[in-house]
Nanobody
């Protein structure tokens, strides 16, 4: 059974940093593209970023570009999202997702096969 578990969320002041982790089990982790998405109250789920199987290719949405960094450790079956210079607009539930069906990194939620339960990130001003 595939399982993705996010951790590392919390409450932080604007300008602060958080590091999210997503631990995967039940899949061949190094054969999956991994994505991070977020959903704020009353808004649609949106892509934050994604990383290819090897980690050589990454994608970042414009609102987080230059502030967030995605990385993965295939030996630990874990993907990370380092979030720096957080702003209140980053407040959302952050989700980890896995995609096995595409060679090219995907940026829409429907492309991903498996999802974690989410972790709350709240940024105060």
């Amino acid at each position: 059974q595939v399982r993705l578990v996010e951790s590392g969320g919390g409450l932080v002041q604007a300008g602060g940093s958080l590091r999210l982790s997503c631990a995967a089990s039940g899949l061949t982790f190094n054969r999956y593209t991994m994505g991070w998405f977020r959903q704020a109250p009353g808004k649609e789920r949106e892509v934050v970023g994604a990383i290819s199987w090897s980690g050589d290719t990454t994608y970042y949405a414009d609102p987080v570009k230059g502030r967030f960094t995605i990385s993965r450790d295939n030996a630990k079956n874990t993907v990370y999202l380092q979030m720096n210079n957080l702003i209140p607009e980053d407040t959302a539930v952050y989700y980890c997702a896995a995609d096995s069906a595409h060679w090219i990194v995907q940026i829409i939620p429907g492309a991903y096969d498996y999802w974690g339960q989410g972790t709350q990130v709240t940024v105060s001003s």
